[in-house]
């Protein structure tokens, strides 16, 4: 009989991450998932992972080595690797300027790229999978009014992605991303739960974690062996 795959999931404590974590579960995976800031999503998280759930952030280089090899410790092997940490940034660039066109580099490119760096050679033991998170409409490299230093920060981590997809291919390695659009959650940021936000997706009714997360489990399933570098989009047509 085949073992349960392994799956981590960066960013597990909230939204996407948590939504993940649902649906990985429910197929019946291993799953391992980490959480940053403390609060009562990382406890919800620990209280339903045990010894699984870690605090990691991935902007301390030595914190995504120690996960992967937790996990490998704990259970020997990396299936699938889900890197859903990297919080939405709104607002326009004289708004923020070139320091947040810095941080968000950092936060949806470098850290992804640690994670993904730690976890490969298991991954690639495993002929594994990888996602990471876009956001919609990256295909057009459009400019934006709103959250263009978020967007250019995601457009430089589908360049990565792709690169990943085309090194790692030879490995059995498949790195794909999903691009979210409008998604309203808990945690999410205001704008996304604004009426006239939601009025602009062309399939009527907003995206949901969940309808994220089973793309997210597909390209991490053997149902999808031959699917690599793929930019995903999940959102009801919105930034068509």
Avoid at 41 to 57: F, I, T, V, W, Y
Avoid at 81 to 100: I, K, N, Q, R, W
Avoid at 192 to 209: C, E, K, S
Wanted: aromatic share 4%; with cysteine; net charge neutral.
């Amino acid at each position: 009989m085949a073992q349960p795959p392994v799956v981590l999931v960066v960013g597990a404590s909230r939204g996407i991450g948590a939504a993940c974590v649902d649906e990985f579960l429910r197929l019946g995976a291993v799953v391992h998932g980490t959480w940053r800031s403390p609060g009562a999503n990382a406890e919800h998280l620990q209280s339903r992972l045990g010894a699984r759930a870690r605090r990691c952030d991935l902007g301390a280089p030595a914190d995504a080595r120690a996960v992967i090899e937790a996990v490998v410790a704990l259970d020997g092997r990396l299936d699938a690797l889900v890197v859903a940490a990297g919080d939405y940034l709104p607002g326009t660039l004289e708004d923020h300027g070139s320091a947040s066109i810095e941080a968000q580099l950092a936060a949806q490119v470098v850290g992804p790229a640690r994670a993904f760096e730690a976890a490969r050679t298991h991954l690639r033991a495993a002929r594994g999978a990888v996602v990471f998170f876009g956001v919609a409409g990256l295909e057009g490299l459009r400019g934006r009014r709103r959250s263009a230093a978020y967007c250019a920060a995601k457009s430089a981590l589908l360049v990565l992605v792709r690169s990943w997809s085309l090194e790692e291919a030879t490995h059995g390695v498949r790195v794909n991303m999903v691009s979210p659009g409008v998604v309203p959650h808990p945690d999410a940021d205001p704008e996304t739960l604004d009426p006239a936000v939601l009025a602009r997706v062309p399939l009527l009714g907003a995206t949901t974690p969940g309808d994220l997360a089973n793309a997210v489990r597909w390209l991490c399933s053997t149902e999808a062996r031959h699917v690599t570098g793929v930019d995903l989009p999940v959102a009801g047509g919105f930034a068509l």
